[in-house]
């Protein structure tokens, strides 16, 4: 396998972020943005009741075509990813990541991580988003591999049925039972809009829509500027 670094299919996406597209000086080391709301995640737990009232919408509260990204996982588990074009439907891309969720939140406090999924199948048979084995790197130390879901368990479904409703957010969700917070912990979840950039059929990726700019994505200074992405995710088919 080549060297992460030298796959042209993900050089050519970072490079969507990173021309014109970075923040200002000193943005990543304060987990700015969206990211602060994660040092809050002990003390939402009193939010879950508005999760629970947002998920008896029947449709989402944004009604844009912007893909839709959940992080969720129980504090003593792994972190699972699900990727939604409408979250009223089911994930078309489900997967439990070789990371603790402890970890990802550490990460993320840094206020800019990036994730890469990468695949070595050799067939072409496939959608990129349709590929089963995947190995993973998060902010560029590879955390394992790990295995696309076919289908969702009962606690993933649950935890997407909750959230059917939410369309950006952080925080504590209800567990589906005693049993599983005492032995996991708290169910974390973090769900954002994110801008989808197909680059090929052997590359995507997925930028963090920031919540305070009205949808953009872009970085720069000045009065009208924004800040770069804080989560990055991409998925990358190594010929």
């Not at 989808?196 to 995507?204: A, I, L, N, P, T």
Request: proline content about 5%; overall charge positive.
């Amino acid at each position: 396998m080549p060297p992460l670094a030298d796959a042209p299919a993900l050089i050519s996406l970072l490079r969507h972020t990173t021309d014109g597209r970075r923040g200002k000086s000193g943005s990543h080391g304060h987990g700015t943005g969206f990211f602060k709301m994660f040092k809050l995640l002990p003390m939402l737990s009193s939010g879950c009741k508005m999760v629970a009232l947002l998920g008896r919408h029947n449709r989402p509260l944004l009604t844009d075509r912007a893909t839709t990204i959940t992080l969720f996982g129980h504090r003593k588990g792994r972190l699972l990813l699900a990727i939604q074009e409408d979250t009223r439907s089911p994930p078309i891309f489900l997967i439990e990541l070789p990371m603790q969720t402890t970890f990802f939140h550490k990460e993320m406090s840094s206020g800019l991580v990036k994730l890469v999924l990468e695949s070595e199948t050799r067939t072409h048979k496939r959608k990129l988003v349709e590929e089963f084995v995947w190995a993973v790197y998060c902010n560029g130390r590879k955390s394992g591999y790990s295995i696309r879901r076919k289908e969702q368990s009962d606690s993933e479904r649950y935890v997407l049925q909750l959230l059917r409703g939410v369309s950006m957010g952080a925080g504590v969700l209800p567990c589906a039972s005693e049993k599983d917070a005492a032995l996991d912990g708290e169910l974390t979840y973090m769900r954002a809009r994110f801008e989808r950039v197909v680059g090929s059929k052997d590359s995507e990726a997925f930028y963090m829509i920031n919540p305070n700019d009205g949808g953009g994505t872009a970085g720069g200074t000045g009065a009208n500027s924004v800040e770069a992405p804080e989560l990055s995710i991409f998925l990358v088919r190594v010929k």
